[in-house]
T-cell receptor, first 118, second 113 residues
Framework: KAGVTQTPRYLIKTRGQQVTLSCSPI?????VSWYQQTPGQGLQFLFEYFSETQRNKGNFPGRFSGRQFSNSRSEMNVSTLELGDSALYLC?????????????????FGPGTRLTVL | QQQVKQSPQSLIVQKGGISIINCAYE??????FPWYQQFPGKGPALLIA?????SEKKEGRFTISFNKSAKQFSLHIMDSQPGDSATYFC????????????FGPGTRLSVLP
């Protein structure tokens, strides 16, 4: 089974620009989560999508947004880039889960997109 | 209350030794505690995970010990190998709705040959 793929792998942008990152989950996975990883803040949760709906959102400004398509592929967008947005952006997918607890779904991470803002 | 603390920040172990990484949490609503391993240039990969209804889980050379009353859990890597050299993250989540994981800051493990 193919793993989680993220494109592009590397991206260089300048301040003020916007960027769109793409994530293709493992086939059959319907939950897609996005994380930002930086040396100073570590791994921070951005948001999660399930069946094209945002289910959870982390503590990031509105410049960070995302969406999920009917085939479960997801994109995240960052507008008005700032220097501090330079980071590794990770996408993780997991098998569908219901609205109640009971099963613990393993998250499979992609290799990430390394974004550098100049 | 959403924080997960992790120590040490870095760890150097001789080949064949035991590597121990500790994590602590405050939110008693957390009920799923995974450990991830990350190599440079790669995304994190799940190593082992535990739920609070058990105190220990072992998979090969990797063991999680869980202390619910102390709100602490730890990863033990037995017979550490140079190939284990990576960054390890503990995490916690509430298995109620969605995949909102809180990660520890990470431990960089170096296993000397």
């Amino acid at each position: 089974k193919a793993g989680v793929t993220q494109t592009p792998r590397y991206l260089i942008k300048t301040r003020g620009q916007q960027v769109t990152l793409s994530c293709s989950p493992i086939s059959g996975h319907r939950s897609v989560s996005w994380y930002q990883q930086t040396p100073g803040q570590g791994l921070q949760f951005l948001f999660e999508y399930f069946s094209e709906t945002q289910r959870n959102k982390g503590n990031f400004p509105g410049r960070f947004s995302g969406r999920q398509f009917s085939n479960s592929r997801s994109e995240m967008n960052v507008s008005t880039l700032e220097l501090g947005d330079s980071a590794l952006y990770l996408c993780a997918s997991s098998f569908p889960r219901g609205t109640t607890g009971g099963s613990y779904n393993e998250q499979f991470f992609g290799p990430g997109t390394r974004l550098t803002v100049l | 209350q959403q924080q997960v603390k992790q120590s040490p920040q870095s760890l150097i172990v001789q080949k064949g030794g035991i590597s121990i990484i500790n994590c602590a949490y405050e939110n008693t609503a957390f009920d799923y505690f995974p450990w991830y391993q990350q190599f440079p240039g790669k995304g994190p990969a799940l190593l082992i995970a535990i739920r609070p209804d058990v105190s220990e889980k072992k998979e090969g050379r990797f063991t999680i010990s869980f202390n619910k009353s102390a709100k602490q859990f730890s990863l033990h890597i037995m017979d550490s190998q140079p190939g284990d050299s990576a960054t390890y993250f503990c995490a916690a989540s509430k298995d109620n709705y969605g995949q909102n994981f809180v990660f520890g800051p990470g431990t960089r493990l170096s296993v000397l040959p």
